[in-house]
């Protein structure tokens, strides 16, 4: 059992500011590891209505992610650390062009896990280091631990952080920040350090109703509140099955998340372009093309995203959201690369590629691909698609290319 120093000087957290910003960080406060407490009732009810989708692992995790003392009987304090991830541009300005994919903002460049976690180790070695503790009465070294989480972990950061000051759980449930907007990635370190709690975070949301007006499939069953099966980022990213009819043509060219209810925030207006060059979106997945992403094989996909987020819901997830941006595009010079799509060897990508032809052909174009598919399909899901599609439910898309 480690010992807590209850004396820490109060310079020792402009110091640990500090060399937060040294590496790289744009905000650190602390709160206490009970400042969350009351979101524990919150989380119990979101996951009794069911809202978390096929999430299973948070129904598991709830004790530990309601209560930190849970995951670590140890800590004492917990330091919030937030990085920029500003967009250079407007994220909604290319759900405009249909020919192109949109990419969240977070995810078009270097995966934040990776780029957090080890900054997050240095800062914690620091504050545990021997020059720190005879600096700023840390007691001896060795006494004191820390545990750094990002994200992966049962952590609550978004209250933790509001609790922390960093900013405050907006109508859409995300961290709003006056001085950052909705670009903050958020980390935190675990320590048995006994640190003074900065002041936690006022709701300056107000009337506004922005983010829950502008969301595509009404994920927000009310203010602060969200029902992650009906998000776009949880269906594109989360979701390993088919994705529900009701919901394809409300994901447009969306083929990885979706920062409709971020981008629409007023408080972006404070916001900061990244300082971080491994943040700021590398040219290719700004804005892709459909056509590109729709002819790329397993190796030539984990080319193009290594190191990005998109990787990690691999090829077939990643070609059934592709399909469905074809789908809505209106573009029928698709169809070839979509109809090569129709015998592939996932029943995801051969569902949605019949959904997407469906979007675009015309009826002898889907009779003489249904006389070419049919015939070998043994997938219950996929006939289906089929069924439906030679039934004529899908409407043409609004904007359909003569």
Same mark, same amino acid.
């Given at each position: 059992m480690t010992r807590h120093a209850k004396n820490v000087r109060a310079d020792f957290r402009t110091a640990l500011a500090s060399k937060a910003m040294d590496l790289g960080f744009d905000v650190c406060r602390v709160a206490s590891p009970t400042a969350a407490k009351g979101e524990r009732e919150r989380l119990n009810s979101w996951l009794a209505n069911g809202a978390h989708g096929t999430m299973d692992w948070i129904a598991a995790t709830a004790a530990r992610r309601s209560d930190p003392r849970v995951l670590w009987p140890e800590v004492r304090s917990i330091v919030l650390l937030g990085l920029n991830y500003g967009p250079e541009t407007d994220p909604?300005?290319?759900?405009?062009? %249909?020919?192109? *994919?949109?990419?969240s903002v977070y995810a078009q460049n270097r995966d934040y896990h990776d780029v957090l976690k080890g900054r997050l180790k240095l800062l914690a070695q620091w504050m545990l280091s021997g020059p720190a503790s005879q600096q700023y009465g840390i007691s001896a070294q060795g006494e004191h631990a820390a545990k750094v989480f990002v994200d992966t972990a049962p952590v609550m950061e978004k209250p933790l952080a509001a609790a922390a000051g960093i900013g405050w759980q907006g109508k859409h449930t995300n961290l709003v920040s006056q001085d950052f907007g909705s670009w903050l990635f958020l980390g935190s $370190? &675990?320590?048995?350090?006994?640190?003074? @709690?900065?002041?936690?975070?006022v709701d300056h949301c107000g009337s506004c109703r922005a983010c /829950?007006?502008?969301? %595509?499939?009404?994920? &927000? %069953?009310? %203010?602060?509140e969200i029902d992650a099966r009906r998000c776009i980022s949880y269906l594109t990213i989360e979701h390993k099955g088919h994705i529900g009819r009701e919901f394809r043509r409300a994901l447009g060219n969306r083929i990885y998340g979706c920062d409709d209810c971020l981008a629409v925030c007023p408080w972006n207006k404070f916001a900061q372009s990244a300082r971080e060059a491994k943040l700021v979106a590398r040219d290719d997945l700004r804005e892709p093309a459909i056509a590109d992403l729709l002819h790329l094989d397993?190796?030539? &996909?984990?080319?193009? &995203? @290594?190191? @990005?987020p998109v990787k990690r819901i691999g090829h077939q997830r990643f070609l059934r959201n592709v399909l469905i941006a074809a789908g809505n595009s209106g573009d029928t *010079?698709? /169809?070839?690369? $979509? *109809?090569?799509r129709a015998t592939d060897s996932s029943v995801l990508v051969r569902a949605m590629a019949v959904w997407a032809l469906a979007r675009l052909a015309d009826p002898e174009y889907m009779q003489a691909m249904a006389a070419r598919c049919l015939p070998r399909e043994r997938d219950g899901d996929v006939r289906n698609e089929w069924a439906v599609a030679l039934a004529g439910q899908f409407p043409a898309p609004d904007n359909a290319m003569d």
């Open positions: 909604l300005a290319i759900l405009d062009q %249909p020919d192109k *994919a949109a990419i $370190i &675990f320590t048995t350090l006994e640190l003074a @709690s900065d002041h936690c975070g /829950l007006d502008i969301c %595509p499939t009404q994920a &927000f %069953p009310g %203010p602060y397993e190796m030539s &996909f984990r080319r193009m &995203f @290594s190191g @990005s *010079a698709l /169809l070839s690369a $979509i *109809a090569a």
